[in-house]
């Protein structure tokens, strides 16, 4: 839930950065905060591991670890499923600019209007996904939130098709698309994890790794793809949405063929 509120407080604040200091100052933000962040983590985050578990933070050996994650195929369907799904939302965040300037007709300080919405589904998501954890199995969970994807897909496509006024109807589906969403990240990444259960660090590490990844594709070759019109936005988030369901089908198969 935490996590959520990143997408909509990083625009909004990147919007009037822009408007009173310009956008070098946008840069020079990112570089204190991660300054800062490394700080913080270096005194303040203690690790957990007792050294007899610890391992040398060597590139090497690291790169190889890494390698034998992604040789399991359930564990990269997983990681995958997962970033699918990310990319439909983040379609709109990265996209930004050019959805709230030029589709809705608004000014680059308001961004609100577009992160707002999405952060709102993302919370409620979060919140039902922890209503519901234990009370039934994980696989059930995904499908449930690819259920609520389906619908927020069907209502984006269906009023872009018919040219509804940008403003409120081409934001309609977003908070539903991110509730669906969060529901399927906790059973996502617990499966994902569950394939490495002795390093389990290095697996969470390695799928957001995936999905970050999945994030830069995404603004250097897809999002410029689509960015015409707010129809064809639609039309990728359901898109990936139903790749990432396809992605957790395969690791199902694999799961089974264990």
């Given at each position: 839930?935490?996590?959520?509120?990143?997408?909509?407080?990083?625009?909004?604040?990147?919007?009037?950065?822009?408007?009173?200091?310009?956008?070098?100052?946008?840069?020079?933000?990112?570089?204190?905060?991660?300054?800062?962040?490394?700080?913080?983590?270096?005194?303040?985050?203690?690790?957990?591991?007792?050294?007899?578990?610890?391992?040398?933070?060597?590139?090497?050996?690291?790169?190889?670890?890494?390698?034998?994650?992604?040789?399991?195929?359930?564990?990269?369907?997983?990681?995958?499923?997962?970033?699918?799904?990310?990319?439909?939302?983040?379609?709109?965040?990265?996209?930004?600019?050019?959805?709230?300037?030029?589709?809705?007709?608004?000014?680059?300080?308001?961004?609100?209007?577009?992160?707002?919405?999405?952060?709102?589904?993302?919370?409620?998501?979060?919140?039902?996904?922890?209503?519901?954890?234990?009370?039934?199995?994980?696989?059930?969970?995904?499908?449930?939130?690819?259920?609520?994807?389906?619908?927020?897909?069907?209502?984006?496509?269906?009023?872009?098709?018919?040219?509804?006024?940008?403003?409120?109807?081409?934001?309609?589906?977003?908070?539903?698309?991110?509730?669906?969403?969060?529901?399927?990240?906790?059973s996502l990444q617990v499966m994902?994890?569950?394939?490495?259960?002795?390093?389990?660090?290095?697996?969470?590490?390695?799928?957001?790794?995936?999905?970050?990844f999945g994030n830069f594709l995404?603004?250097?070759?897809?999002?410029?793809?689509?960015?015409?019109?707010?129809?064809?936005?639609?039309?990728?988030?359901?898109?990936?949405?139903?790749?990432?369901?396809?992605?957790?089908?395969?690791?199902?198969?694999?799961?089974?063929?264990?």
């Amino acid at each position: 839930m935490i996590f959520a509120l990143a997408p909509a407080l990083a625009p909004i604040c990147g919007g009037w950065l822009l408007l009173w200091t310009g956008w070098r100052s946008i840069f020079i933000f990112l570089a204190i905060l991660s300054a800062s962040l490394v700080v913080v983590s270096w005194f303040l985050v203690p690790e957990t591991l007792p050294p007899s578990r610890r391992h040398r933070l060597d590139p090497v050996p690291l790169a190889r670890a890494y390698a034998t994650l992604l040789t399991k195929p359930r564990f990269v369907a997983l990681a995958l499923a997962n970033a699918a799904v990310n990319l439909g939302i983040y379609l709109y965040v990265l996209a930004a600019p050019t959805f709230v300037v030029k589709h809705l007709g608004l000014g680059e300080q308001s961004f609100g209007y577009l992160f707002v919405p999405i952060v709102l589904g993302l919370i409620a998501g979060a919140a039902v996904a922890h209503r519901i954890a234990g009370r039934g199995s994980p696989a059930r969970s995904v499908i449930l939130g690819h259920l609520v994807m389906i619908v927020a897909g069907v209502i984006n496509i269906g009023v872009n098709a018919m040219h509804a006024s940008p403003l409120p109807w081409d934001l309609v589906a977003l908070p539903i698309f991110g509730l669906g969403m969060m529901l399927t990240q906790p059973s996502l990444q617990v499966m994902a994890l569950d394939c490495f259960p002795e390093r389990r660090g290095l697996a969470s590490s390695c799928y957001v790794t995936v999905q970050q990844f999945g994030n830069f594709l995404s603004s250097a070759l897809l999002v410029p793809l689509l960015l015409d019109s707010t129809l064809h936005m639609a039309l990728g988030m359901a898109i990936l949405q139903c790749l990432g369901l396809l992605m957790f089908f395969i690791a199902m198969r694999d799961g089974r063929s264990d």
